[in-house]
């Protein structure tokens, strides 16, 4: 084992209050694709023809069938020992732990990840909501696939879709055509008031949830000796700014990722583990989690 590797257990071992921050990287062991980097979702699709409030008003079948297809790959994927190591440290007694996922794919939780310790800061593919705003809606754990007809194997298209850019080398085309046009009153309707029904996701330009973020202000407030950083490019605001408000308040920081600037970690507070969060993970929380 790698000296840092033993220093850090060392430090783990008088950690009372930690923080784990994930990202799309956490889920990469599971088959799922990160959104930047080569082979990232948003380098086939550009990310503001799907992921905005505008993007689901202006072609609800498209982003649908991006939702349905995100949907139908996280269905058919497994939590992976990552997934696994935080919920064992979430069952800790003797440790105050949160994790703060910006992944929308519902594998922390079906890892068996303590729920009051677990914050979705960007909502779940398996959320749904009303879009009327006079309606409040709201499908928890909802894990129907296909949602309706018309959606039916439009992910096989996706697949293809991507397959072939990746082929075609139209990394960033400028626009998405959909895998096939979608009536509007062939999408996810609100059983309430027959209104279009969107994902529970937080999409680019929306808040996030004011109460999720209060309840971490207030765990990070309190003290944090180590936040874990994993499988995230912290690139997303608000998520990315909690690294620095540790730091600030004298805790130390540790980065799991396949892709590690040695000058990123630039003073010894910061430890870098290089590699699959999967199989870091398990090995870095070993003292803590291992009965
Ligand atoms: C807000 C849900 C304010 C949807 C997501 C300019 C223009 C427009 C907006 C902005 C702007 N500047 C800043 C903003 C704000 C914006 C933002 O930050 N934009 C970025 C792109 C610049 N933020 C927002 O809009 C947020 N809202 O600020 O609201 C507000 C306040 C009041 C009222 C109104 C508004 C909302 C952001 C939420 C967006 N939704 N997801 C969906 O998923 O479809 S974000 C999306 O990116 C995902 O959630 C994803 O998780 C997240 C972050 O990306 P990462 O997880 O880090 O993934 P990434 O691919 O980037 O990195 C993967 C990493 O893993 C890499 O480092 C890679 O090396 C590593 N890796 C790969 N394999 C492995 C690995 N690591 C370990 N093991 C491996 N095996
Ligand atoms: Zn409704």
Request: one cysteine or more; glycine letters at 6%.
């Amino acid at each position: 084992m790698n000296k840092s590797m033993i220093e850090f257990h060392e430090y783990l071992k008088s950690c009372k209050r930690i923080v784990a921050l994930c990202g799309a990287g956490l889920s990469v062991s599971s088959g799922l694709p990160t959104f930047r980097g080569s082979q990232g979702l948003w380098k086939n699709f550009n990310m503001i023809d799907l992921a905005t409030p505008d993007a689901f008003y202006i072609d609800p079948g498209l982003v649908w069938q991006f939702y349905s297809w995100r949907r139908y790959q996280a269905l058919h994927s497994q939590p992976n020992n990552g997934h696994k190591a935080l919920a064992k440290l979430s069952k800790l007694e003797n440790i105050d732990f949160i994790t703060i996922t910006q992944n929308v794919d519902g594998l922390s939780i079906r890892s068996n990840h303590d729920k009051s310790k677990l914050y979705e800061i960007h909502g779940s593919l398996f959320e749904l909501k009303c879009t009327s705003f006079t309606c409040n809606y709201k499908d928890h754990n909802n894990f129907k696939h296909p949602l309706t007809n018309a959606l039916k194997e439009t992910e096989e298209e996706f697949e293809n879709v991507r397959k072939r850019r990746f082929q075609e080398d139209q990394l960033n085309s400028p626009q998405f055509n959909p895998v096939k046009e979608i009536n509007e009153d062939e999408l996810p309707r609100c059983p309430i008031c027959n209104d279009l029904l969107r994902p529970g996701v937080v999409w680019f330009g929306e808040s996030l949830s004011l109460s999720i973020l209060n309840q971490i202000d207030n765990f990070i407030e309190q003290s944090v000796d180590l936040i874990l950083v994993v499988g995230t490019s912290g690139t997303v605001y608000p998520a990315n700014s909690y690294v620095d408000r540790v730091i600030h308040q004298g805790g130390k920081v540790a980065i799991f990722n396949t892709d590690i600037e040695e000058s990123s970690l630039k003073d010894n507070e910061i430890w870098g583990f290089k590699g699959d969060a999967a199989e870091l993970l398990p090995i870095a929380l070993k003292p803590l989690i291992d009965e």
